[in-house]
């Protein structure tokens, strides 16, 4: 696994300004809404603004002391999703006629943000959850299964995702796709070598192990259970979709992914066949005009969507009263029609923005599971999100799922706050900077491995005047825990990380390092080519440093990752050096351009 | 793993992708079908909440918009002055039942959003004005469609009167009518109400006899069967035979005769100016069906006229037997034509063989009065000058000593044609009387229709032509 890991940059104020920023954009739909409809900003709107951009900034705060380094953008999409959601209900309440929804939506999104504060103090390491593989595996199932129970699961618009305990409903799919992500991933984690092993080879798939295959028919014949007894496409498609990535993710082998949808297509194909209400939902969804009676949901979002044309009728200025369920399946029919078709996009490539954020966590984190854990929670986030906006916008058949953090319903609202919240702690201890890891009980064993501690500008002037001290007794940035664990002053080099602002050096503590006989006299150091499991930062180039002599402050930057920085000219200045090697995992195509 | 997952990512993307590109297809690919799409109940409204054009007869304005007064929701209210005298024309404008006829076919226009009008709406929006819908000019003149209407009273059929040179239609009644403001309302309830009881009730008020509606022309058709005899280089004086009746070839059944033609020999004046069913049945024969038909084509049969308000095409038989044939040349069996395929029929003759192309819509007004579109006039030959002027001799004929004398008016030039169409000798069904008169020049077609509210029998002659002469004397 790699052991080499960037830290980041704590970006409070970043996360702050974004926050406002994005509660801003709910705000002002609230405010227009009132402009719009009754030629006046609504009167209760400094209690509004208070309260919600009250919630913003407690959010921040709690985010900033408990998790510093976490993503900062990920808790401002949210909010700007909630915000909008807010406001598009707001304004189905003022046409419905119904009683108000705003305020109980409001209630729970404080419960969920009192959720995401309460997780990201508490807990502080997510490789807890790797130990309980069946007893997550168990408690996901019986939530997806939780519909079925008679009395319990209710059926809404003939799909039974939902079940409804006294006088609250409740959609088990929401929490079961937290709790099977940590399930898949905590198996997986485990047996990724086992997985990965071929099996037979047919028509030139390598096909995996019979053995190994439970696990994947157990999710196959649930997926199926959920498409004919729940009816519904979309809850089968996300949790049987969610498992074949993360067992691709885990093996490498696409055959696992071909073996799915082979598996999914014949699964599907038979269902269709026998059970004539998902046909149903597929004739809605194809020609939707020859069910005028029926299909309204998605000819009244076609209608409204076409409509409010490119840039929507405005808020407050559609007709939602006219779509069924437009507060909850169909909210993202409801705002596109008012804020157009550039709105609805707008929204959609946040929600993409979020899972891009999730998978990058994903990315840096070290540990194979927490690897796992981050990318399942971000595809099964992605793939509802597309279910339920592609069915609504006839990409799809209509699913029942909720639209993330824009549905009416706590239970949603709940459910997608603990999954940013876990997304959030993955992400604060992916990107903290990982020297406690070092010096950790595992740390030190790790032979040969890198270890790289970096800085922003404001803490090297910190440590300039001794505010902050270093963690580790090092000499220099890059560090090489010799087998007898001492430590080995190295190169200076660029990690090759965006919000790196200088390498350092940091003084040596008392005592002393000593270079030990084996690797000494290294001057220059050849580069430690990184271990072929690790997708470790390019080897530094051999720079003529003097062993003994500890760098200087302006230490030469070498390219890293393929990517040039400009260089302070010292005293030590290799002069232009080769483009470190290319590894191309290190490539970051995937996840740099967001940073 | 870092590989994998940066393939979730790009598939993630992808998928993303996917969405944003279906929906830049349901703005560009299906707006238009989806806007017009009858059930897009917003498309409606929004219409709704336009200053609608008017609808003008000359300078008279038949169809208006006003602010609303009553509780709905809806900015304005359409009125309807003398809704059912220009029901045929206008046609209604309903929330709940979509539109019809003029409010129909010009609605783009009324509304504003055709594409001659986009930028004066860019203008009205931007500047904070109310966009207004555009006035449509029709060619109905009040007097004369009052004066059609008070000429049917008591019957039920359709009266069309128009400019022989221009095609322009100057009168338009069906009865019976109905009123469009009772489907116009905004209480949506009683709208409901008003539709079961239009639409259930027997005599049929929203059917439009006048152009969508065909029905038997009888011995007005006869006018047809005449002209393509001239074109084949028979004349006024051409004896034809007219037996008292004659057989239907290949069955029992006979033809006869409802006038005395004499039962030899005529001229095929005379046979048109007497109404000789067996001489007509005997030229059609010798004619041929192709040569009939052909003519009948010529005149306008079986292609829909008037757009406007829907109109429908008369249709002559595809394939015809002899006897089928006889049938026909005398406007029976399947021929069947709109009182405006007759009216039609003798302003081409009245035009020296030239066919004006009917019209409704003079010219469209924006709200600026400036003029977005203006009728031209378009004429198709169909017959010589020659033959157009023997028929017009051969048609004055039938007024001052033949079927149409009830039509005749002292010092004006005045032909005409009866027919009346039955379903068996003792029983006719539709009477009807096509004619014109000069100085000025106009066309009327009267047809009048028997029903359970007049059993007495009618007749082309006896009935009809009064009425259409009433409607002669209101245009002098």
């Known amino acids: 696994m790699a052991a080499t890991v960037q830290g980041y940059r704590i970006r409070g104020a970043t996360q702050l300004i974004l926050i406002l920023f994005g509660q801003s954009i709910g705000f002002a739909g609230y ?239 038979f269902v269709l066949k026998f059970a004539g209400h998902v046909q149903r939902r597929i004739d809605f969804w194809l020609h939707p005009f020859d069910f ?63 899972v891009f954020r999730g998978l990058k966590t994903s990315l840096v984190a070290t540990d194979i599971f927490v690897k796992l854990f981050a990318a399942g929670l971000s595809f099964a986030f992605l793939l509802q999100t597309f279910a339920i906006i592609g069915g609504v916008t006839r990409l799809l058949p209509l699913t029942g799922l909720t639209t993330p953090f824009m549905s009416q319903g706590g239970s949603s609202m709940i459910a997608n706050w603990i999954l940013v919240a876990t997304l959030l702690v993955i992400s604060n201890q992916a990107r903290r900077p990982q020297l406690q890891a070092a010096v950790g009980p595992e740390g030190v064993t790790a032979l040969g491995e890198e270890y790289t501690q970096v800085f922003s500008t404001r803490e090297l002037a910190q440590i300039g005047t001794g505010t902050i001290r270093p963690v580790l007794p090092i000499a220099t940035q890059q560090v090489r825990l010799g087998a007898s664990g001492n430590v080995v002053p190295d190169d200076n080099e660029w990690t090759g990380n965006d919000e790196l602002t200088q390498a350092v050096p940091v003084p040596a503590p008392e005592p002393p390092v000593v270079p030990t006989p084996a690797i000494s006299p290294p001057a220059p150091t050849p580069a430690v080519p990184p271990p072929a499991s690790s997708p470790a930062v390019p080897a530094p180039a051999p720079a003529p440093v003097p062993a003994s002599a500890p760098p200087v402050f302006s230490a030469p930057v070498v390219p890293g990752s393929g990517v040039t920085r400009p260089t302070s000219p010292g005293p030590t200045a290799p002069g232009p050096t080769p483009p470190a090697p290319h590894d191309p995992e290190e490539d970051d195509y995937f996840g740099r351009g967001m940073d | 793993m870092n590989k994998q997952i940066r393939h979730v990512g790009v598939f993630s993307a992808l998928m993303v992708f996917a969405l944003l590109a279906n929906l830049t297809y349901i703005d560009l690919g299906r707006q238009a079908s989806l806007e017009a799409n009858p059930y897009n109940v917003r498309a409606r409204q929004a219409e709704f909440d336009v200053h609608r054009g008017q609808i003008l007869a000359g300078d008279t304005v038949i169809a208006d918009s006003i602010p609303s007064t009553d509780q709905s929701s809806f900015s304005f209210q359409r009125v309807y002055a003398n809704g059912p005298l220009y029901a045929p024309v206008t046609g209604f404008y309903s929330y709940i039942y979509g539109s019809s006829r003029i409010e129909n076919s010009y609605n783009s226009e009324l509304v504003g959003s055709s594409s001659s009008q986009w930028l004066q709406n860019l203008i009205d929006t931007t500047s904070g004005r109310t966009p207004q819908g555009a006035s449509v000019v029709t060619t109905i003149s009040p007097t004369l469609q009052q004066a059609a209407a008070k000429a049917l009273q008591g019957y039920d059929g359709a009266i069309v009167a128009m400019d022989p040179h221009t095609g322009a239609v100057l009168a338009m009644v069906t009865s019976p009518s109905y009123d469009p403001n009772l489907l116009a309302s905004h209480d949506l309830g009683a709208v409901q109400t008003s539709w079961q009881q239009l639409t259930t009730d027997p005599s049929n008020p929203m059917t439009d006899r006048s152009t969508r509606e065909i029905y038997p022309p009888g011995s007005t058709f006869k006018l047809i069967v005449a002209s393509a005899a001239l074109e084949k280089g028979y004349t006024p004086d051409t004896m034809i035979d007219t037996p008292s009746s004659v057989q239907l070839p290949g069955s029992t059944s006979t033809l006869s005769n409802s006038s005395d033609c004499g039962n030899t020999q005529v001229t095929l004046a005379r046979a048109l100016q007497l109404s000789c069913n067996t001489a007509f049945a005997n030229l059609g024969v010798s004619l041929g069906a192709s040569t009939v038909r052909a003519e009948a084509e010529k005149f306008g049969f079986d292609s829909p006229h008037l757009p406007e308000v829907g109109g429908v095409a008369s249709t002559f038989p595809a394939t015809l037997d002899n006897a089928q044939l006889m049938m026909s040349s005398i406007g029976q069996y399947d021929v069947a034509a709109t009182p405006l395929q007759m009216a039609m029929v003798v302003s081409t003759l009245v035009n020296g063989g030239q066919q004006a192309d009917p019209y409704l819509v003079q010219e469209v007004r924006a709200p600026d009065l400036s003029v977005l579109y203006e009728h031209q006039n378009k004429v198709t030959p169909v017959v010589s000058a020659s033959t157009a002027q023997s028929m017009q001799d051969m048609m004055v004929q039938v007024v001052a000593n033949g079927t149409g004398t009830a039509a005749r008016i002292p010092g004006v030039t005045v032909g005409g044609k009866s027919g009346t169409s039955q379903t068996d000798a003792d029983n006719p069904d539709y009477a009807w009387f096509v004619c014109y008169a000069l100085n000025p020049d106009i066309v009327v077609s009267v047809f009048l229709q028997r029903d359970e509210k007049t059993p007495v029998n009618l007749w082309g002659g006896a009935n009809a032509a009064p009425v259409a002469k009433e409607v002669l004397q209101a245009s002098r």
């Open chain 1, 31 to 269: 405010i227009l809404t009132g402009l719009f409809r009754d030629n006046a900003v609504p009167a209760q709107w400094p209690v509004l603004a208070i309260c919600w951009y009250g919630l913003g900034v407690l959010v921040h705060i709690g985010a900033r002391i408990a998790i510093p380094y976490a993503d900062p953008v990920i808790l401002p999409i949210t909010l700007a999703l909630t915000g909008i959601g807010l406001a598009t209900l707001h304004r189905i309440d003022l046409t419905s006629g119904t009683s108000p929804m705003l305020g109980n939506q409001f209630v729970a999104l404080v419960i969920g943000v009192a959720l995401l504060l309460v997780i990201v103090f508490l807990v502080k390491d997510p490789r807890r959850l790797k130990g309980y593989p069946f007893l997550l595996s168990a408690l996901g199932f019986l939530l997806l299964l939780l519909p079925l129970v008679p009395h319990l699961g209710t059926e809404v618009y003939g799909s039974r995702i939902w079940i409804s305990v006294g006088g609250f409903s409740f959609q088990p799919a929401e929490i079961a796709k937290i709790v099977l992500a940590a399930s898949f991933a905590a198996y997986l984690a485990d047996k990724t070598e086992v997985l990965a092993l071929a099996g037979r080879r047919i028509l030139g798939l390598e096909l995996p192990r019979m053995r190994d295959m439970g696990p994947v028919i157990l999710m196959w014949v649930l997926s199926l259970a959920i498409m004919v007894f729940e009816n519904d496409l979309g809850t089968s498609l996300l949790f049987f979709g969610l498992f074949v990535m993360m067992i691709y993710v885990a093996t490498a082998r696409v055959s696992w992914i071909i073996l799915g949808l082979i598996l999914f297509g014949a699964g599907g194909a």
């Open chain 1, 292 to 354: 005028p009676n029926d299909a309204t949901q998605i000819i009244q979002a076609q209608f409204g969507l076409s409509h409010g044309g490119l840039l929507g009728s405005g808020w407050g200025l559609g007709r939602p009263d006219l779509i069924i369920f437009s507060y909850s399946d169909m909210i993202s029919a409801a705002t596109g029609e008012e804020i157009g078709i550039v709105g609805l996009m707008a929204i959609i490539v946040l929600y993409g923005l979020l």
